[in-house]
């Protein structure tokens, strides 16, 4: 790697303000896992070297997964091996758990951090459908303070977030509505272990019993658009339809209309459509078993 | 006394309680032996047939083999090659004064710096750099010895090389068709063509019941092994040079090297420690002349080790092939007659491909007796990585093609794929393509062995279920 | 929706070059407390040669693998060796090294003859030891032998040899002759499932039952039939070196060029054939490369099994697949559309 | 450069390193433990996968100023000077590895799941596995010998406290 200077953060603020203060003038990045960042670094040409890394590694207030009166927090550095081993994640969120599993493997899981995924921004983003459909909230930390925003919004196009030269993901928030919701996630790569994302899908609904209706049903996209994105038109089809295997097929076919993939070397457009049309089924098909299974538990 | 003895041992016990108490605490407590229940194999006579542990298991287990890349010499530089980065074009012209200015840059060498540069296992079409003319965009151009690694590779960025681009041939078949002079002019295009001919293959497709024909390609592929190539060369002052090497082949391996740097065989020393996997990707020099020169000219070690992507771009891979075949049979499936046209894509260099295309041409009939059979085989150049020596050379390829088409006639016929091979397979005795009588022929019994194992007329394997596991 | 299939592939595969001589060489030293040296110019690059040479010179000498101590792979102190290249190594090198174990215990066995009171030829060697054949009892330890040898004699035991395969050269027009000293044998079936709605192909179980001769070592034998399958795995569905239209790679990396991962791999059940081949050493033949061999093409027949489509390039991912599950439903539906019509 | 100490194989080791040095460098150039290697240098292959305060990383993709006052554990401190972890002694019997180099960091991964979960079915080996590429054995005798080192606590219970 080229050469750059390192400083390390002991907690949010001083983070803050070694990005206020290193990024007026040089080229900076910050390093929370590093799984991304040092492997981009490896090659990357001298244009593309930083010359100051932020490292936000040890700093503790971005730890930690609790419940507070804005929803269920997670901290930007909680590992996806920490979300993959939280009770609480498995039992409100086994599809965060099942995202963060499809990440990398053991060694990466154990370095990469969720904000860490994030912030990278790439269309197919592994963290990120799962917490679009359940409608999170991200916390923004900066040298003017604390803003929050949508993770949906947060996520500009692809490698590009809200955030600002000075600026950190400090927190992911799930609202409490949404805590329990409902949610199915799936990945299809291009194999089994250490898989790139072709395309993923989350889908989270509530359900509405007496009508075996589809409530609040969210359902999002990642590798088939520049950012993750909701698939609207779905979305708005299944509000309020009774569950059936053809109102979710429909909502397929729908999502896939909502899609806007690419062809590259991993596949064509045309086929991630396809994909989109069977998983966002399946999820949906995921989640509502999962809502049976929940009500039967009570 | 019978009584005493008791008290003393109670006493003792409580010093030693006493003593441990001040100890500092013990430490972990080591694993239990494992005993080692049936004699070890190693130490068993007769020794073959033994299930005995590799010489090199306990070292591998340790850590402790010394690869290539592990060994440091005192004073050692490392050595990095800048890439072309083009497919095909004329260099006019290299520029290193930058680099070589650069602090921690002892030395920069370019193809022209290479004494003889051409080597090759059967045509020496290769260049160590390339000097003139650049033929796939992992050749080599220029190398940079520096006291680390980053310095080396930052380097590389500095050495500025202006070329003339020269429209490249990607398609096979489009290189196959291509009018001489070819890609290395003023060799043909067609650098390999092998035919196996036996009996009357339009005769016995004009007795067949029914001929299938079929069209199979296959890609591009790379050995990985997990350990990148790499070697470490240093001269002794009686002007002997010493190369650590990666290399499968070492007597071979020093011919070319000895060429390449235009010094006698016997001033060469090779020494291939346990090599990190092979596969046939390691079967030919790569940055061997390279370090032993920047070593020469430093007077210090040099050492070079492929990053990955060199690994992927710049060593050999295995041959993409097109398989056209026809094949023959009567109503009960017996095989009369088989035509076969492969075209492989020999990439940039010539390397092991005479050897590919023989062996493609030969198996391409499969482990079946065919009295008629026509198979012509052809490698031409295109300008994408160099295709050589890999694991099967060229066998899984044809097998891919030859059993494809053994199962969809088996299908059209009505005959369980299993019986359709077990009709045609060659026996004790029968005639190859090349009319060599076999012996020790077993493929029925593999064929018989494997479903019984598997559970072949059970019907395993043949009903719907559901899976174990799935990427989604 | 999950199909499950079935695919069947044998194939041959020869031993050494293609008529080109290969030839290796070999020298064996009996040391004088009955383990020996092994001098070779192969090269260890995984596949365990050096453990299967210091078995057949074991065998040779009747002592165990442990005692024999291999030196590889220097040009200043090996023989010539062609290299570890067309899974040539047992059957090339393995000959050329029990040749020279032959060549040193024949040194040994003019040695005990006079001390046992016979002739050289009536010797044989078994479990450390030089005995009369059949009467084991008359014997001395290997190692008493090799140091008498060495002490009264005068005569250290050392034998080389080297070992060149026969072949014929091939005729021009027609391609005949012998190309090859011998040939190996294998089928490989292969279990999966592929989803019929993504083409995704899932690979359950690979049964394997390979010829090499006489197995040296079966452990090692089993490792490379492993080894060789996980590589067809890649070749069959995953693997594939990408160019962009300037004929650059695409991929060059192992980010992006999909190899099999511990969860892709199948169960694995190796079988080894029971083969003996008289030219090579104990009966040995090789096994190196013919393990990749059959597996990509028991995998596409096993796709063809499972949702009737071959797909006719490689790999075929699930891509791929997809593609052809949909060519084919197209293509049914046009024809019940033609039928009604 | 920075003063980087951290506990490597129980031991307390210091070494001045460039900022941007990773800690896979650190331990190959600076302490001489070569047995973790640089097969991808981004995280792809596992072949530098150690142990950082009882978690398997990816050393390359670590800064080895990240790991400062950590506890790292490589190949080089799996056996004692007696004994073989059983690992390392399944993984010989077994003949689990080939061409060795992938060795260490499967070795790694291995003691790193046996440590968490002492009796891992098949599944959860081949997932503990997933970021240790290997060429040579289709990773079918490592899931045996790991299997067998499981095995083997049940037949001696004493043997969990050690792996």
Not at chain 3, 142 to 156: H, K, L, M
Request: proline share 5%.
């Amino acid at each position: 790697m080229r050469a750059f200077e390192v400083f390390s953060a002991k907690d949010s603020q001083h983070a803050v303000a070694l990005l206020a203060q290193h990024a007026a003038t040089s080229k900076v990045k910050v390093l929370a896992g590093g799984t991304d960042l040092l492997a981009d670094l490896k090659f990357a040409p001298s244009s593309h070297a930083p010359a100051v890394v932020v490292d936000i590694s040890r700093v503790d207030d971005f730890r930690g997964i609790r419940k507070t009166k804005e929803g269920l927090s997670i901290g930007s550095l909680v590992t996806h091996t920490e979300i993959m081993n939280s009770p609480i994640i498995r039992d409100l969120f086994p599809a965060l758990v099942d995202a963060a599993h499809t990440i990398g493997a053991v060694q990466t899981r154990n370095l990469g951090t969720l904000g860490g995924n994030l912030v990278t921004a790439v269309p197919s983003v592994d963290s990120g459908p799962t917490l679009v459909a359940l409608d999170a909230v991200v916390t923004i930390l900066g040298s003017g303070g604390k803003r929050h925003m949508p993770l949906a919004e947060f996520f500009v196009g692809p490698r590009k977030t809200a955030l600002k030269s000075d600026e950190l993901l400090a927190e992911i928030i799930i609202p409490t509505e949404n805590l329990g919701k409902p949610t199915h996630f799936l990945k299809f790569g291009l194999r089994k272990g250490q898989a790139l994302a072709l395309v993923n899908v989350a889908s989270s609904i509530w359900v509405d019993w007496e009508k075996t209706t589809f409530k609040a049903a969210r359902v999002a996209l990642g590798a088939v658009a520049p950012k993750v994105i909701h698939a609207t038109s779905a979305e708005s089809f299944l509000e309020g339809r009774p569950i059936t295997r053809e109102a979710m097929e429909e909502a397929g076919k729908l999502a896939a209309g909502d899609a806007r993939p690419i062809s590259d070397m991993r596949a064509s457009a045309e086929y991630r459509k396809d994909l989109i049309a069977v998983l966002t089924r399946r999820t949906l098909e995921g989640a509502y078993a999962l809502a049976q299974a929940k009500r039967t538990e009570k | 006394m019978v009584e005493k003895k008791p008290a003393v041992i109670e006493k003792e016990a409580q010093k030693d309680a006493l003593e441990l108490l001040r100890a500092p605490a013990p430490a972990p407590l080591v694993p239990l032996p494992i005993e080692v229940l049936v004699p070890e194999a190693r130490q068993q006579t007769p020794a073959v047939r033994q299930r005995a542990t590799r010489s090199d298991a306990r070292t591998h287990g340790l850590g402790q083999t010394k690869y290539i890349d592990d060994m440091y010499l005192p004073g050692m530089l490392f050595a990095k090659i800048k890439r072309a980065g083009v497919a095909s074009a004329r260099i006019v012209s290299v520029d290193t004064k930058e680099a070589e200015a650069m602090p921690g840059v002892v030395a920069v060498i370019t193809g022209r710096d290479i004494p003889c540069n051409t080597f090759g296992p059967s045509l020496k079409d290769q260049p160590v750099l390339a000097d003139e003319r650049v033929f796939h965009a992992g050749d080599g151009v220029a190398a940079v010895a520096a006291v680390t690694e980053q310095i080396a590779t930052e380097a590389l960025e500095k050495i500025h090389v202006e070329y003339e681009p020269i429209e490249p041939v990607l398609d096979p078949l489009a290189s196959l068709k291509l009018e001489t002079p070819g890609l290395h002019a003023p060799s043909p295009n067609i650098y390999g063509h092998k035919v196996i001919k036996k009996g009357d293959v339009a005769k016995a497709f004009a007795e067949s019941y029914r001929v299938f024909e079929g069209s199979f390609r296959t890609q591009m592929v790379e050995h990985v092994p997990l350990e990148p190539h790499s070697s470490l060369a240093t001269w002794d002052p009686n002007g002997r040079v010493t190369i650590y090497s990666t290399l499968g082949r070492i007597t071979l391996g020093r011919a070319d090297i000895s060429r390449t740097l235009g010094v006698p065989m016997s001033r060469v020393r090779i020494i291939a420690t346990i090599v990190g996997g092979n596969f046939g990707g390691k079967n030919e020099i790569t940055t061997e002349p390279v370090v032993a020169l920047l070593s020469k000219k430093t007077g210090r070690p040099v050492k070079c080790t492929f990053t990955r992507p060199e690994e992927f771009m710049s060593s050999t891979t295995r041959h993409p092939l097109i398989m056209d075949y026809k094949t023959g049979v009567t109503k009960e499936g017996r095989i009369l007659g088989r035509q076969i046209r492969l075209v492989l894509d020999g990439g940039a260099y010539c390397s092991w491909s005479e050897t590919t295309l023989g062996k493609a041409c030969i198996l391409s009939a499969g482990p079946y007796k065919i009295d008629n059979l026509y198979a012509e085989a052809f490698v031409v150049y295109t300008n994408k990585t160099m295709t050589g020596a890999m694991r099967g050379f060229g066998a899984p390829q044809v097998c891919f093609a030859y059993e494809s088409q053994m199962d969809d006639m088996a299908k059209a016929l009505g005959i369980d794929p299993l019986e359709m091979r077990l009709m045609n397979a060659l026996e004790e005795g029968s005639l190859s393509p090349t009319s060599q009588k076999l012996h020790s022929v077993v493929v029925k019994e593999s064929l018989l062995q494997a479903a019984e194992r598997f559970g072949w007329k059970n019907g395993n394997g043949s009903a719907n279920g559901s899976a174990n596991g799935s990427r989604t | 929706m999950k199909k499950r299939g079935r695919g069947i592939a044998c194939m041959w595969y020869p031993i050494g070059f293609t008529v080109a001589a290969n030839p290796s060489a070999a020298v064996v030293k009996i040391n004088e407390d009955g383990t020996a040296t092994l001098l070779t110019g192969t090269v260890e690059t995984g596949q365990g040669s050096l453990t299967i040479l210091a078995q057949i010179v074991a065998q040779e000498l009747g002592i165990a693998t442990d005692d024999v101590h291999v030196v590889s792979a220097d040009t200043d102190t090996t023989p010539m060796d062609t290299g570890a290249i067309a899974s040539r190594t047992t059957y090339v090198t393995g000959n050329a090294a029990r040749l020279a174990a032959e060549k040193a215990k024949q040194i040994l066995f003019e040695v005990a003859a006079p001390v046992l009171g016979v002739k050289p030829s009536q010797l044989e060697v078994a479990d450390h030891k030089i005995q009369v054949v059949g009467f084991p009892q008359r014997n001395m330890h290997i190692g008493d032998v090799s140091d008498r040898a060495r002490g009264v004699n005068g005569q250290p035991p050392i034998g080389s040899a080297s070992y060149n395969p026969a072949t014929v050269a091939l005729d021009a027009e027609t391609g005949q002759g012998k190309p090859f000293a011998t040939y190996v044998y294998a089928t490989q079936i292969a279990e999966v499932d592929v989803d019929d709605e993504t083409g995704e192909v899932d690979v359950l179980r690979i049964v394997a039952s390979h010829d090499c001769g006489t197995p040296i070592n079966p452990m090692l034998v089993e490792g490379q039939v492993e080894g060789g399958i996980s590589m067809g795995v890649g070749f069959a569905l995953e693997e594939e070196i990408m160019f962009d239209e300037h004929g650059r790679q695409r991929n060059p990396n192992l980010t992006n060029y999909i190899m099999p991962t511990s969860l892709d791999m199948p169960k694995i059940e190796v079988d080894i054939v029971d083969s003996y081949d008289p030219t090579g050493p104990f009966g040995a033949k090789g096994v190196g490369e013919p393990t990749c061999v059959s597996t990509a093409a028991a995998i596409l027949n096993a796709i063809h099994d499972a949702v009737g489509v071959r797909v006719t390039s490689l790999p075929a991912t699930a891509e791929k697949v997809h593609a052809a599950i949909k060519a084919k439903r197209a293509q049914e539906a046009r024809q019940i559309t033609a039928g009604a019509a | 450069m920075a003063e980087v100490t951290m506990t490597v194989n129980g031991e307390r080791r210091t070494a001045h390193v460039a900022p941007e040095t990773t800690l896979l460098r650190m331990l190959r150039d600076e302490l001489q433990l070569t047995g973790s290697k640089l097969g991808c240098d981004v995280g792809d292959c596992g072949a530098c996968t150690v142990m950082v305060d009882g978690k398997s990383v990816n050393s390359c993709l670590m800064l080895a100023v990240q790991a400062d006052g950590r506890e790292v554990l490589t190949i080089e401190g799996l056996a004692t000077k007696e004994q073989l972890h059983p690992l390392q002694q399944l993984f010989e019997e077994k003949g689990s590895l080939q061409c060795g180099f992938c060795g260490p960091g499967v070795l790694m991964s291995a003691k790193a799941l046996l440590d968490e979960n002492p009796d891992p079915t098949e599944p959860e080996i081949r997932d503990a596995l997933a970021g240790n590429l290997c060429r040579c054995t289709g990773y079918t005798k490592m899931i045996e010998a790991i299997q067998a080192v499981a095995q083997l606590r049940h037949e001696r219970p004493a043997a969990k406290s050690v792996a």
